[in-house]
């Protein structure tokens, strides 16, 4: 099973809102597969998630009764396979925590832009959950954001629900990404198990 931790600063509302969204989506194009988790960088444990948020998981058939927030741990991290967080901070907060996690942590929009030239290109294959540190840095040699800002969610929190809708979209399209590599590289994995059958 490929363990993804979603990080933003209060765990409260982008990655409670990308957790169980993904998790869903996730769910659905590789049931089994996938375990979608969260943390905060400045989270106070136990905290309740944005109720924008809640609404708008609830419109993706995901569901966030019950979520408590969790601050970010170098525990926590451990035996993390995939780290996205909102923002590039959130990186260098994830990275001083656990600096072997280097090829494996993004930010969310870095980690969609630069997998759509190998979904583009077919290379995401049946191992692409093991091999994407290596594919993913050939990658980023050619393709950069047009400001580094481009590559954050921004925090929609002290903001509107216009602020919220915009957090929502973003978020929404970086995991379109996503979940078409798992389904493409599930896809994959159920071609070849076929084939040796």
């Known amino acids: 099973m490929t363990a993804i931790l979603i990080v933003c600063e209060g765990n409260v509302c982008r990655s409670p809102y990308v957790e169980r969204v993904l998790q869903a989506r996730l769910d659905a194009v590789a049931p089994?597969?996938?375990?979608?988790?969260?943390?905060?960088?400045?989270a106070t444990a136990g905290t309740p998630a944005f109720p924008r948020s809640a609404e708008a998981a609830h419109r993706h058939c995901a569901d966030l009764e019950g979520f408590a927030s969790t601050p970010l741990t170098a525990g926590l991290l451990a035996g993390t396979d995939l780290v996205l967080t909102m923002e590039r901070a959130h990186r260098a907060a994830v990275l001083d925590l656990a600096p072997s996690l280097l090829r494996r942590t993004f930010t969310l929009r870095e980690?969609?832009?630069?997998?759509?030239?190998?979904?583009?290109?077919?290379?995401?294959?049946?191992?692409?959950?093991?091999?994407?540190?290596?594919?993913?840095?050939?990658?980023?040699?050619?393709?950069?954001?047009?400001t580094p800002e481009d590559d954050d969610v921004a925090d929609p929190v002290r903001g509107d629900s216009v602020d919220h809708e915009r957090m929502c979209a973003t978020t929404d399209a970086a995991m379109d990404a996503v979940v078409a590599c798992a389904s493409r590289a599930t896809e994959g994995a159920d071609r070849a198990r076929t084939a040796g059958a």
């Open 111 to 146: 980690f969609a832009r630069l997998v759509r030239p190998l979904l583009e290109q077919d290379d995401v294959t049946e191992e692409f959950w093991e091999t994407f540190p290596r594919l993913v840095a050939r990658s980023r040699l050619a393709t950069t954001p047009i």
């Open 32 to 42: 089994g597969r996938f375990h979608v988790s969260s943390a905060g960088t400045a």
